[in-house]
């Protein structure tokens, strides 16, 4: 590591973070900088894809035809490319995290016809392989050249929905559909990690997608839908129209509108084109019977730029009638506040289905009855645009770098949709609450820990709640202004690119301006777990010196909490820098000028793991 400590700032070099054996070799090859910066040799490949897939509910299959030009950005000459076929996680045998209901089997994937450069080659229907499969090439594929493949194929929903699947027998959520190329990067060369049912990893490419479905559905989807004026019957053409200026929402059609034949074209077969660039996934929705609501909101004031935001919905589902207001309210916030960046698409369509999953300008939400809960889980999906859509991450194997962000944008717009108390209660409920009370040495694995090789509540809490928490905990450290620097920072050089966790890690250091390596090593990099132990309180004048303990190691912020003889309190907040000196005990003085009866310490969010120990009494 001595390199890496030469080009470190001095100040940073004071404590080095453990890097993988193959990241490390990305420093030493330029394609990436220890400043945080792409390297002066950083690449990555891409691909533009054209596909055509038909369906007729209830019939269960979709049937496709794709055109690949895949182009090698790379220094590396491709004798054979990686495969993505992530319908095959549905097949009897394919490595899954937890359980399959028997309706949620398919038979996968079947290539009818495969091409490399307008020649067909074979295509081997191999059982050693399931959600990803080598290809090797007639010719080896040079740096800064392009390979065209053309595959023929179709699969069969699943019945049960989850990610993907059926809804009812005329209403499909058809998501992760198609043959594509894995990423190749210069840390991992190709991605062959199967998908168990967690995350999706895929590079920036362009598409042109067609979906053809019968006559009275309408399809909403990733992109730019292109041919509106041919698909809808002027009326509702000019309510859709009028939806990409309107803060108001309008009912562009109802299930019962579609249904008797007035909203599409009365052709047998509609065929739906959408066209999306530097995307890294399509998905789509499809229905005969859903309501479709759209509105739009200001998400760059200085372009003045607006986008749309849809919903499509079974009419039965209160909560979804309010969905629209739900987004707009949801991108008006990421826009503006956190993280403050401009929504980068032009629209998101909230879908009624069955997963809670994100997807480019999509979400494939469930109903709640609770409709302030329908508003949390929107939110949580639509942050996802820039974490992993718009920042590119690799999240199957480094989830907290999307659901870690997502969770930490939840919360901070919970505390203005429900009042700091609600969001925090939920937080700690939902997010937190686990973690702090299972004593499984599981709970306390690293959060930089592969999550490909992470099962059950211990992926759970290493992607969503734990580093939701580290996130919080910088930005309490830093405060609002130097957190938003950096934040920023981190997102102007790696979007539309694939960063890592160290690039993430060395652009912070990089724009606050400090050594913050010792933060990143405890909560990232180490199996700490919160537990604070109020160990002495010291009056002192008018004051106390209270003595914390950091019994589980991490170093969360905490508030010293004085109760005074008169019933009147006191609190004080202590951001984690407290412990940068020593990370095991830390003095905190606190003002006491009354009579004090208690004092207590408090996590807040950062929930402690035991609270026996979190208070001292005085004795009179």
Known sequence: MLFALAALPASAAAQSLYMPRAITQTYRNGTRAMNGMPGAKYWQNHGRYTISISTMPPDRRVAGTEQIVYVNESP??????????????????????????????????????????????AWDESGRFFSWQPVKLPAALAPHDSVQLAFTWYYDLPKRPSRQGVIDSTTFYIAYFYPRVAVYSDYDGWDTMDHVGHEFYSDFNDYDVTVNVPADFVVWGTGTLTNAAQL??????????ASFTSD?????????????????????????????????????????????????????????????????????????????????????YLSHQWPGVPYPYEKTTEFQGGAGMEYPMMANDESYADPAFAQFVAAHEIAHTYMPFYMGVNETRYAFMDEGWATTFEYLINRVDMGVDKATTLFQQFRV?????????????????????????????????????????????????????????????????????????????????????????????????????????????GSYAVTVDNVGGMVAPFDVVVHFANGSTQRTHETPAVWEANQKQTVVTVPAAKAVKSIEIDGGIWMDADTSNNSWNAKY
């Open 433 to 541: 609450s686990r973690w702090a009370h299972d004593p499984s040495p599981l709970e306390d694995l690293p959060i930089i820990t592969p999550a490909d090789a992470l099962t059950g509540g211990s992926y759970g809490i290493n992607a969503y709640g734990k580093p939701a928490l580290g996130y919080l905990a910088m930005k309490d450290m830093l405060g609002d202004a130097m957190f938003r620097k950096a934040l920023h920072a981190y997102m102007q050089r790696w979007n539309g690119k694939h960063p890592t966790p160290w690039d993430f890690f060395y652009t912070f250091n990089d724009a606050a301006g400090r050594n913050l390596n010792w933060f990143w090593s405890n909560w990232f990099f180490s199996n700490h777990y919160i537990d604070l132990a109020l160990k002495n309180a010291r009056k002192s004048g």
């Open 232 to 241: 809808l019957q002027p009326a509702p053409l000019a309510r859709y129209q």
């Open 248 to 332: 108001t929402t309008i009912h562009v059609a109802s299930g019962v509108q579609t249904r008797a034949g007035a909203i599409t074209a009365p052709n047998a077969m509609n065929s739906w084109h959408f066209t999306a660039t530097d995307v890294p996934d399509m998905a789509f929705g499809l229905s005969d019977h859903y309501d479709w609501d759209a509105a739009s909101v200001i998400v760059d004031d200085a372009a003045h730029r607006r986008a749309s935001v849809q919903a499509a919905y079974n009419d039965t589902a209160a909560d979804f009638h309010q969905m629209v207001q739900f987004g707009r309210h949801s991108l008006d």
């Open 76 to 121: 590396d000459t491709l004798r054979s490319l990686v495969i993505k076929l992530f319908p095959n996680s549905h097949k009897p045998g394919a490595p899954r995290d937890g359980g399959v209901s028997e309706d949620a089997l398919t038979s996968g994937v079947h290539v009818r016809a495969f091409a490399v450069n307008g020649k067909a080659e």
